[in-house]
């Protein structure tokens, strides 16, 4: 076999092991999230076609896959995890963590499980909220993103540009969970109601300050009782609260003189200067 022939078998050769190679070596596989899911408790089963409520905890988990290792089978991920309504708005502050591990021989198929437990807000309105899992690798440099949905089935209370009440309704007792269809007492029996106060202005860091005070009136217009500060609301929650509610309730005497009332109930906004004022009649008999 002469030089040039020797060159070529080599050179062939070299190609076809190079090929075999190749074939043989696994393909890198790309960083993924996989696996989202939201359950009712840390660990607990998934949920399919729940709705969440306000003030309710939905336990997210995902696992992460393609991640690269060293030659000491050395991993280093972090993650960022955000869960956002259905405008876009942070329902808490993201989670952000990191995962520096060494794997051992039987760790070969592990892949990492990331997990947040998002808190409902208690005033979060119905629509559909979304988490976003950004995960970046460390060593290589990939980045890989993910996004969940979840449902909520919380109360819509319609917006105001300005300070407003709605849906002022009467109770007989503090529990119930039907008002009355009409707001007729006794003498000696217990006035409940219960509103909503919406239209105030948010300041700083989704701060509110609200308070509200009321004045019972006789049918002819004289005052039978009042309470001018009742309750005041003041909060800087994370989460932008849209509405509140309020409360109030009156004792009757045994000897409480039949007739028609109104109660004129005063709402302050004193963060963007605002009041505004609702009148509910209601019979003693």
């Known amino acids: 076999m002469n030089s040039r022939n020797s060159r070529k078998w080599l050179i062939g050769l070299l190609w076809i092991e190079a090929a075999r190679i190749l074939s043989a070596a696994p393909a890198d596989n790309k960083l993924a ?30 696992r992460v896959e393609g991640y690269s290792k060293s030659d000491k089978e050395e991993i280093s991920l972090s993650y960022q995890i955000q869960a956002q309504d259905a405008q876009g708005i942070l329902l808490q502050p993201a989670t952000k963590n990191k995962i520096d591990a060494t794997l051992a021989p039987e760790d070969k198929d592990w892949r990492p499980k990331l997990r947040d437990a998002i808190v409902v807000p208690p005033m979060a309105p119905s629509g559909e909220y979304h988490v976003l899992v950004t995960v970046k690798d460390e060593r290589s440099g990939a980045t890989a993103e993910a996004r969940a949905t979840f449902t909520v089935q919380g109360r819509n209370v319609p917006p105001s540009d300005t300070l407003v009440v709605r849906n002022f309704r009467f109770f007989r007792n503090e529990d119930d969970a039907s008002p009355l269809k009409v707001a007729a007492f006794r003498p000696g029996d217990s006035l409940w109601a219960r509103f909503l106060m919406t239209g105030y202005k948010l300041g700083e860091g989704n701060t509110f300050d609200i308070e509200y005070g009321l004045v019972v009136l006789r049918a002819d217009g004289s005052t039978a009782y009042a309470q001018p500060h009742a309750a005041s609301l003041k909060e800087q929650p ?48």
Not at 253 to 261: A, I, L, R, S, T
């Open 238 to 285: 994370f989460y932008p609260q849209r509405y509140q509610p309020g409360a109030l309730s009156l004792n009757f005497p045994k000897d409480q003189p039949v007739g028609q009332y109104t109660i004129v109930l005063t709402v302050h906004d004193n963060v963007g200067g605002q009041t505004t004022e609702a009148r509910e009649t209601f019979s003693v008999e």
């Open 33 to 62: 999230v996989v696996k989202l899911a939201f359950a009712q408790s840390e660990d607990g089963p998934a949920v399919v076609n729940y709705d969440f409520a306000p003030g309710e905890s939905a336990f997210f988990s995902c």
